[in-house]
């Protein structure tokens, strides 16, 4: 659910949705000045107060075109998130009471929506690199919570730390069933916005940490791919990168 905490998954669908499922539900802002504009952690950092997970653990959203998979425009048997408040209730996506504690919660009138490719950037997959990760710890003095950044997909591989900051168009990654390959529009190193600032669940700001990677990363972490072969992911699975073309301003 766009902009709430996610749920950690042991295997997952991507396809032409991107990660299936991913951001298939948003809540609308509904007040008077923003009526209608999807709500986002960037408006409201108290949304990672709350998390949405789908109904079959550690699985995520079901293959496109399998029975619920949500590509009736998230009808019928399509699986529907649950919430978890900061009080640690669970809501039904359905249930009556829930835009309420949402809207007192979030400090604003809403609605929900429910539609499949609500991303940003298109129907794209942000990967992250475990290598990174852990340099980007060491050179802040300090781990860093993967769980900041929001990836789709996270990889260890035997790439040095941040060699995917040049990645250039072409650049394929195959794990599992899947290939993603850095290719079309907002694709390529992930320019950060200020919620990596923000610990995981919205309570303590970093800003250091946003500081550093505009200074010394030119406030990339990640790369930004598209699905280029549709499959499943499962945890442990082989992941392999393979350079696109040399950038020549490089």
Excluded at 78 to 85: D, F, M, S, V, Y
Aim: aromatic share 6%; hydrophobic share 35%; glycine share 12%.
């Amino acid at each position: 659910m766009k902009s709430l905490r996610g749920e950690e998954l042991q295997e997952a669908r991507f396809d032409a949705r991107g990660l299936a499922g991913d951001r298939a539900y948003a809540l609308c802002d509904e007040s008077e000045n923003h009526a209608g504009r999807v709500l986002t952690v960037r408006r409201r950092v108290e949304m990672l107060h709350w998390r949405a997970a789908y109904g079959s653990p550690g699985k995520g959203y079901p293959e496109k075109g399998s029975p619920g998979d949500g590509s009736r425009g998230n009808d019928g048997d399509a699986p529907r998130p649950t919430l978890t408040g900061p009080d640690g209730v669970t809501w039904d996506w359905d249930a009556p009471g829930l835009v309420d504690a949402l809207a007192e919660s979030l400090g604003t009138p809403l609605s929900l929506r429910a539609a499949d490719g609500q991303q940003d950037r298109g129907p794209t997959v942000l990967v992250t690199f475990e290598a990174s990760l852990a340099t980007l710890g060491d050179e802040l003095g300090r781990p860093v919570d993967l769980l900041r950044f929001r990836p789709n997909l996270h990889l260890e591989t035997d790439a040095p730390a941040f060699d995917e900051e040049a990645w250039a168009p072409g650049t394929t990654v195959t794990a599992g069933e899947t290939e993603l390959t850095v290719t079309g529009d907002h694709s390529g190193p992930c320019i950060r916005c200020v919620v990596p600032s923000w610990d995981p669940e919205g309570r303590e700001r970093w800003p250091e940490l946003q500081k550093w990677l505009i200074g010394e990363h030119e406030n990339k972490f990640g790369v930004i791919m598209r699905v280029t072969r549709a499959g499943t992911v499962r945890l442990g699975d082989r992941a392999t990168a393979t350079p696109g073309p040399a950038d020549p301003h490089r």
